[in-house]
Nanobody
Framework: QVRLTESGGGSVQAGGSLRLSCYAS???????IAWYRQAPGKEREWVAG????????IYADSVKGRFTVSQDNAKTTAYLQMDSLKPEDTAMYYC???????????????WGQGTQVTVSS
């Protein structure tokens, strides 16, 4: 069973920065890790991740140019660097497994428990 653990959330003023981390307890298979968020009263939305074909970083329009996604060489820890934060970025942020790195592995969706980000104006 793969477990994802997020950290790094908190409260910050508009214009500030936060860096979220997601540690994955991968065993035989490793995966790209994508980021999602859910604001109160809204549906969960995809925020950032890696394209399946060329692994380029991809972002939702709402965060493009402000957020940066990365994953370490061991592929066990992913990061979401969030700069120029806005009040509308306030949400619970989740990481999730995405594309497997090996064709021998089956794609499975594992979610973290979430970390809260609050941006005040």
């Amino acid at each position: 069973q793969v477990r994802l653990t997020e950290s790094g959330g908190g409260s910050v003023q508009a214009g500030g920065s936060l860096r979220l981390s997601c540690y994955a307890s991968f065993t035989a298979c490793t995966y790209d890790i994508a980021w999602y968020r859910q604001a109160p009263g809204k549906e969960r939305e995809w925020v950032a991740g890696f394209a399946e074909d060329d692994k380029r970083r991809i972002y939702a329009d709402s965060v493009k140019g402000r957020f940066t996604v990365s994953q370490d060489n061991a592929k066990t820890t992913a990061y979401l660097q969030m700069d120029s934060l806005k009040p509308e970025d306030t949400a619970m942020y989740y990481c999730k497994t995405d594309h497997p790195h090996s064709r021998l592995c089956v794609r499975r969706d594992y979610w973290g428990q979430g970390t809260q980000v609050t941006v005040s104006s």
